[in-house]
């Protein structure tokens, strides 16, 4: 079987050469649009499956494997920050308090007609962050293409007082979900 992960994220690409399965990658050209009244996991499955049918028209007898990971806190989601004014703005919001990452999964193997969506929660608990933290933060550059804007896997790590459920959740693609849901498939 031939893998494809649906994804520019670099960090979807190092959880999946961690788990050893052999993919190419094929970054999706798809509008990522979803429709009202969605609930945020829902939102979360809908941009993987919109990923996932965006590269099975140019790979029809691969297993595709796409994501979406957002951010929720308050009913709120919070995507990838538009800009630096933006990325504080997310963190002030986050200080102090627990808030979920949802990932949304979506594998296809369109040649099989099979297709599984599932999505993968985990509770996130921020430390209270100071003005001059956030700043400092904003200003490595790293939040800016995360939902949340925050990476736990990089110097986002110092915001985190705890989490329960799956890491690799919070980084981008539940790992161990992941593998198992591939083998059922």
Same mark, same amino acid.
């Given at each position: ?15 999946l050469e961690l788990a050893q399965l052999p993919f190419a990658v094929h970054v999706p050209n798809a509008e990522e649009i979803i429709p009202p009244g969605l609930a945020p996991a829902q939102c979360a499955e809908h941009i993987a499956a919109i990923k996932a049918n965006a590269?099975?028209? &140019? ?9 979406? !990971? ?12 538009? &800009? ?6 997310? +963190? ?10 949802? !990932? ?26 100071? &003005? ?7 200003? !490595? ?36 979900? +992941?593998?198992?849901?591939?083998? &059922?498939?």
């Amino acid at each position: 079987m031939t893998y494809i992960l649906a994804s520019a994220s670099p960090r979807r690409k190092e959880l999946l050469e961690l788990a050893q399965l052999p993919f190419a990658v094929h970054v999706p050209n798809a509008e990522e649009i979803i429709p009202p009244g969605l609930a945020p996991a829902q939102c979360a499955e809908h941009i993987a499956a919109i990923k996932a049918n965006a590269v099975a028209c &140019d790979r029809p007898n691969a297993c595709i494997i796409a994501a979406d !990971t957002i951010v929720v806190v308050d009913g709120a989601i919070l995507g990838k920050p538009k &800009d630096t004014a933006d990325a504080a703005r997310m +963190l002030r919001l986050l200080s102090g308090r627990e808030h979920t990452v949802i !990932t949304g999964v979506c594998l296809l193997n369109a040649a099989a007609a099979k297709k599984n969506v599932f999505s993968q929660e985990t509770a996130v608990r921020f430390y209270p962050l100071s &003005d001059e933290e956030i700043k400092a933060y904003v200003r !490595t550059g790293e939040p800016m293409d995360k939902a949340g804007a925050y990476g736990i896997q990089g110097r986002g790590a110092l915001l985190v007082e705890s989490i329960a459920g799956d890491y690799f959740n919070v980084v981008g693609l539940p790992l161990a979900r +992941l593998m198992r849901e591939l083998r &059922d498939l």
